[in-house]
């Protein structure tokens, strides 16, 4: 006699990806039926879920330009400004040769001028999830920092590939835990840092596509800034309200310690 595996977080999260066969999906909502709380909780999910659908219905994917390679902008950081350069230019020159550049800049800093290209999904997505769950009090994270280990093990068996929560107290940012989010081809993860006042931050991975690892590329959308790249044929984004040069250092500290 065959004995029914138990309901577990994996099955839950693969009825929001809808990769259930029909008999397990029958044994998720039977499930689901008898605890209001599992019940609330996933239909939350499969709302964010069609929600960010028809968000990014309409957008196509873009490939993320190399341009820049993460070596050369830690350099950059590093090469002294010329002479009768102002603090401004000097602090701009950090990132020059970037994707944005200065007319990229322009449409990210006034409402004039060409239209501006659309946030490529990965960004877009990342973006929404940080605005969705950075303002949560009771529930911000599926599996808290505590459990780190488990958290790890669970998103790389969701994920296929394997990932890591990053260190960044040297960034002033401890880890509050993370969660399982549903994306248009696969899941994704999330992780969430949080600063001595209060101040958090996200970074977000999900299987990415692209010919291998790619440059770090800056988008803004309102006050939320982000950094995203490829590598090892995951797309990570790191997402927050801070400042640029802040944002950047917390990147190139992921970047190192997933492999970059």
Wanted: aromatic residues 8%; proline residues 5%.
């Amino acid at each position: 006699m065959t004995v029914e595996r138990p309901i577990g977080e994996d099955d839950l999260q693969a009825y929001v990806d809808g990769s259930l066969s029909s008999e397990r999906r029958a044994a998720v909502e039977s499930y689901l039926a008898g605890h209001g709380e599992a019940q609330a909780r996933i239909a939350d999910y499969i709302r964010q879920r069609d929600a960010l659908r028809r968000r990014l219905s309409a957008k196509a994917s873009e490939p993320i330009p190399s341009r820049l390679r993460v070596a050369h902008l830690a350099a950059g950081r590093r090469r002294p400004a010329r002479a009768g350069f102002a603090m401004a230019a000097a602090a701009a020159g950090l990132l020059a040769g970037s994707v944005l550049g200065a007319a990229g800049h322009a449409w990210l800093t006034r409402g004039g001028g060409p239209e501006a290209p659309a946030i490529p999904a990965v960004a877009q997505d990342a973006i929404t999830a940080y605005r969705t769950f950075v303002v949560e009090t009771a529930h911000p994270v599926e599996v808290g920092a505590n459990q780190e280990a488990h958290l790890v093990q669970w998103l790389s068996r969701r994920l296929g590939k394997p990932i890591r929560a990053p260190d960044l107290t040297a960034q002033g940012f401890r880890l509050i835990g993370g969660r399982l989010l549903p994306a248009e081809a696969a899941p994704a993860a999330l992780f969430m840092y949080e600063d001595a006042s209060g101040k958090r931050l996200t970074l977000y991975a999900r299987p990415g596509s692209g010919d291998g690892p790619s440059a770090f590329r800056f988008e803004a959308q309102g006050d939320v800034s982000a950094f995203f790249w490829i590598d090892r044929d995951l797309s990570y984004v790191v997402a927050g309200r801070t400042d640029r040069e802040k944002l950047l250092s917390v990147a190139e500290a992921v970047y190192r310690q997933t492999g970059g």
